[in-house]
């Protein structure tokens, strides 16, 4: 073997490299303690970053390779981060994930998949249990929750569509329905499937921006008179932008009614299915066709690890089945330990030993404090923001994902006016790299968006975030009578 190769795969390498990183990780993982000595993000520019990228390959020191790449990302175990979906993974799946590169196991088959084929055939009927499925449901995990729609609508398709689609293409019109609110690998999904603009049917957002279901009725008829076949309903619980629920029984009823798929993407609240708490809000969920939750949202997992449940296994099983009569083909059940044949996947990570070893660990009790004691927090912060001279929210929050704007309440702005400032708060606090928080464009208004996703973030974080935006607003030049550049 040449130097150059038994250098790349020496064992006392890996060790000494390993001690050294895990020291430097949990020292990362420990700001937790210390927050007031490091920023949750070191802000850089594109372009300074790739410069700086292409002159470490060339000049840099490999020693400091993982330091720098430490000091360069977005910090998710800082209480301060407060910005995104995926949160700060538990520490024990920190070694899970180094565990499954090690192994590499690709799990499509069984053989390279002893393992984790029967761990998540474990987890997902776990999972269906909480749902409120029978033993006729079961599961698979998949990379990411927009993989995972894909593959539940496309399991729609061959369930509800009379014609071979898979083996013959499209010989009319299909289409599905969802919320105008839902997440846009709903669309993608759609388009990928080749069902075009008019075959994704989006239904009106209420005020509080759920899912109109009043208007479920009417938008089935127009599609369905201009020729589409609808087959299936997808809800979203919650939608990612301000984390609010679709009613999921409103929904069920109308799919029952159409025999239409109702499948739920549940990628980012699935997780309170373990809350006593929040469970409720999924009332309804039981009686859906297949379920979406990401392992990576809301159960303290590495991204990207996602779980995909359908109420009835054969539905699955025919997914990227040949045959189109799969309904005949039962025995494919008794294959479940060769989960490739339901994924898109053919590789993917051990991904069930995150959800294994944080059950076997911890007990599902832990996901229920997680998700229980943040969505607590999205109240409470909701609370505060409502209470709080010049700030307003989007709209009451029913997760821990908050969407407020900050509006000074003497200087008359309108709400383009308004929609620079907060941009330009929001460009502030990303510059300055104390807090992370991001934005969005609600009915044109612009709101910042914060999801509460660290078990470390406490209420008084959050009053200081808030008094934080205070100071930046005030110390912006006033805008009255002009628009900013966006
Ligand atoms: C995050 C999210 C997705 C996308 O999931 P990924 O795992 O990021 O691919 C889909 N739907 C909803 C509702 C989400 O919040």
Redesign the pocket.
């Known amino acids: 073997m040449s130097k150059l190769l038994q250098r790349a795969y020496s064992p006392e390498n890996f060790k000494n490299t390993g001690h050294h990183l895990i020291d430097m990780l949990s020292k990362h993982i420990g700001q937790v303690f210390d927050e007031d000595l490091n920023k949750v993000i070191n802000w850089s520019e594109p372009e300074p970053s790739l410069s700086f990228w292409k002159e470490f390959l060339e000049k840099g020191k490999s020693e400091a390779l993982f330091e720098e790449v430490l000091k360069r990302s977005t910090h998710l175990h800082h209480p301060k981060y407060i910005g995104h ?2 949160g700060p993974a538990a520490p024990i799946t920190l070694l899970t994930s180094m565990i499954s590169a090690v192994l590499n196991n690709g799990t499509a088959v069984y053989e390279m998949g002893m393992v984790t084929n029967p761990m998540e055939r474990i987890i997902t009927r776990l999972l269906c249990d909480k749902i409120g499925y029978n033993e006729n449901s079961s599961g698979f995990l998949t ?7 894909l593959t539940a609508l496309l399991s729609a398709r061959k369930a509800k569509v009379a014609t071979d689609v898979w083996n013959d293409g499209h010989t009319k019109p299909l289409g599905i329905m969802v919320s105008e609110e ?2 846009y ?2 669309e993608r999904a759609a388009k990928i499937m080749g069902l075009g603009e008019k075959g994704l049917i989006k239904i009106p957002a209420k005020a509080d921006f759920s899912m109109d279901v009043s208007a479920l009725e009417t938008e089935y008829s127009k599609a369905s008179e201009a020729g589409i076949k609808i087959f299936a309903i997808v809800g ?5 932008a301000t984390g609010i629920l679709d009613d999921l029984e409103a929904i069920g009823s109308f799919a029952r009614k159409h025999k239409l798929w109702h499948h739920v ?5 699935g997780g309170a299915l373990f809350s006593s708490k929040y469970k409720q809000a999924l009332h309804g969920i039981d009686k859906s066709d297949s379920v ?1 939750i ?1 392992g ?2 809301m159960m303290m997992m590495p ?2 690890t ?1 779980a995909l449940v359908y109420r009835d296994s054969k539905t699955s099983n025919a997914t990227f089945s040949q045959k189109a009569d799969y309904l005949l083909e039962d025995s494919s059940e008794a294959d479940w330990y060769n989960s490739g044949k339901r994924t898109f996947e053919c590789t993917k990570n051990m991904m069930a030993l995150h959800w294994f070893s944080l059950l076997k660990t911890y007990g599902e009790e832990l996901f229920d404090e997680y998700v229980t004691n943040l969505y607590d927090l999205g109240g409470v912060f909701g609370e505060m923001i409502r209470n709080e001279e010049g700030f307003e929210l989007a709209v009451t929050p029913m997760t821990n994902i908050v969407c407020f704007r900050y509006i000074p309440n003497n200087e008359g702005l309108n709400d383009e006016q308004l929609n620079s400032l907060n941009k330009l708060i929001r460009q502030y606090l990303l510059e300055d790299g104390e807090f992370y928080i991001v934005q969005t464009t609600l009915r044109g208004i612009h709101y910042l968006r914060t999801t509460i996703m660290n078990p470390f973030t406490t209420k008084d974080h959050l009053k200081k975030l808030l008094t934080k935006i205070r100071e930046i607003a005030l110390a912006i030049p006033p805008l009255k009578g002009e628009s900013l550049p966006h």
Do not use: E, M, R, Y
Not at 143 to 149: E, I, P, Q, R, V
Not at 236 to 240: C, G, I, L, M
Not at 265 to 269: E, L, R, S, V
């Open positions: 979906q995926v990379s990411g929750g927009t993989l995972a729609n839902a997440h690998c709903i979203s619980a919650p939608v990612t993407d549940a990628a980012h609240g979406v990401d990576h949202k991204g990207i996602t």
